[in-house]
């Protein structure tokens, strides 16, 4: 067990900071994973990826104490990510689940769980 008395102020909001994002990023999880609403996921999955990328840039950033080298190669890498994010995603309009793609560049074309058509557009 850790003993947060005992940790720096500084380890001790990082450790907090880890925890708060990894809480954040499960409960972004648990929602796209569960809910059954596609129009609202399709509303929200663009703001959900850009929020998550953003706080994990924020959080390696200040981990590294603001690192000026570290900085463009994570602003570069989570803008891939996102890209990817938003891409990789689509939504079923008949059964709510979210489908992600494992090539961007190739949408499915059908829900793997009903086999519904998806939509041609994004989300």
Known sequence: MIDLGALPFEELVMLLSAIAWVLVAGGGLAFFA????????RRLWPWANLL???????LAVWASGASVELAPLLLVGAAGLTAYG?????FCGRCGATVF?????VRE???????ARLRADAG
């Open 34 to 41: 569960t809910h059954r609403d596609a129009a609202l996921k």
């Open 52 to 58: 998550a990328s953003a706080s994990f840039v924020a």
């Open 86 to 90: 938003y891409r990789a995603a689509q």
């Open 101 to 105: 793609s494992a090539n961007p560049f």
């Open 109 to 115: 074309r059908f829900c793997p769980k009903c086999a």
